[in-house]
C-alpha cells in the first residue's frame, strides 16, 4: 500500500470508473470486502465489524432493493455509517455500566481478541504490511467522526463529492472541509510512511 500516493490531494481529481452491477448480490458480493476493513477501522474489533457490514447489507437488501443500482451504493454506505455510530455509542455506554459494576474488586479482563491470518507468499511484505494497515487505521481512527467518514468515503470507497454528501447526510461544502481536514491530519501523522 503506498500511503503518499493515497494521501496526495491529486488522488481526488480522478474518480474511477465504476461499473453498475447487475443485482444487489452482486453489488453486496463487489462490496463485503471494503466495507469490513471501514467498518474495522471504526470499530477496532473484526466481530463488531462483521456484525455491522451483515445488519447493513441486510438491511440495504431489505428495505431497498427495488431503488436503482446506482442508488445502492450511498445508502449502502449510510446505513453502514449509521450501524457503525450506533455500535460506537453501545460500547460507550456498555463500558460506562461494567466499569461500574467491576468497581466492586473484580479484576475486570477480557479475553484475547482473536484475528484471522492472513496469509501472504513473501514474510517481509506481510509484516510492512501489516504494520501500514495498522498505522493507518489508528490515524484514521483517531480522526473525527465526520472527517473520518469523509476520508472512507471518498478515498477509500471512491464516491464523488455528490455521493458522498448523500451518504453523510450534509452539503457537498462540508464533505471537502472534513476531507481537507481529514487529509491534512493524516499526512501530518503518517509522515514516516511516504
Given at each position: 500500500?503506498?500511503?503518499?500516493?493515497?494521501?496526495h490531494p491529486?488522488?481526488?481529481?480522478a474518480?474511477?470508473a465504476?461499473?453498475l452491477?447487475?443485482t444487489?448480490?452482486?453489488?453486496l458480493?463487489?462490496?463485503?470486502r471494503?466495507?469490513f476493513?471501514?467498518a474495522e477501522?471504526?470499530?477496532g474489533?473484526?466481530?463488531?465489524?462483521?456484525?455491522?457490514?451483515?445488519?447493513?447489507m441486510?438491511?440495504l437488501?431489505?428495505?431497498?432493493?427495488?431503488?436503482?443500482?446506482?442508488?445502492w451504493?450511498p445508502?449502502f454506505?449510510g446505513i453502514?455509517r449509521?450501524?457503525?455510530t450506533d455500535?460506537?455509542?453501545?460500547r460507550?455506554v456498555?463500558s460506562?455500566?461494567?466499569g461500574w459494576?467491576?468497581?466492586?474488586?473484580?479484576?475486570?479482563e477480557?479475553?484475547?481478541?482473536?484475528?484471522p491470518?492472513?496469509v501472504?507468499?513473501?514474510?517481509?511484505?506481510e509484516?510492512a504490511?501489516r504494520a501500514?494497515?495498522?498505522d493507518l487505521?489508528r490515524?484514521v481512527?483517531?480522526l473525527?467522526?465526520?472527517?473520518?467518514e469523509?476520508?472512507?468515503?471518498?478515498?477509500?470507497?471512491?464516491?464523488d463529492?455528490?455521493?458522498t454528501?448523500?451518504a453523510m447526510?450534509c452539503?457537498?461544502g462540508s464533505?471537502?472541509?472534513h476531507?481537507?481536514?481529514?487529509m491534512?491530519?493524516l499526512?501530518h501523522k503518517l509522515?514516516?510512511?511516504?
Open positions: 500500500m503506498n500511503l503518499a500516493a493515497a494521501l491529486e488522488g481526488l481529481a474518480p474511477r465504476v461499473e452491477p447487475a444487489m448480490e452482486a453489488f458480493a463487489q462490496v463485503q471494503r466495507a476493513r471501514v477501522m471504526g470499530l474489533n473484526a466481530d463488531d465489524a462483521l456484525d455491522a457490514v451483515q445488519d447493513a441486510l438491511r437488501h431489505q428495505h431497498y432493493r427495488q431503488h436503482p443500482a446506482q442508488e451504493s445508502l454506505w453502514l449509521r450501524r457503525i455500535l460506537q455509542r453501545r460507550k456498555r460506562i455500566v461494567v459494576l467491576r468497581g466492586a474488586g473484580e479484576d475486570g477480557d479475553g484475547p481478541v482473536w484475528e491470518v492472513d501472504l507468499a513473501d514474510p517481509a511484505r509484516i504490511g501500514a494497515y495498522a487505521s490515524a481512527r483517531a473525527p467522526r465526520r472527517q473520518r469523509a476520508f472512507m468515503l471518498r478515498m477509500l470507497e471512491g464516491f463529492v455528490a455521493a454528501a448523500r447526510g452539503s457537498g464533505v471537502k472541509t476531507l481537507s481536514r481529514a491534512e491530519a499526512r509522515e514516516d510512511w511516504k
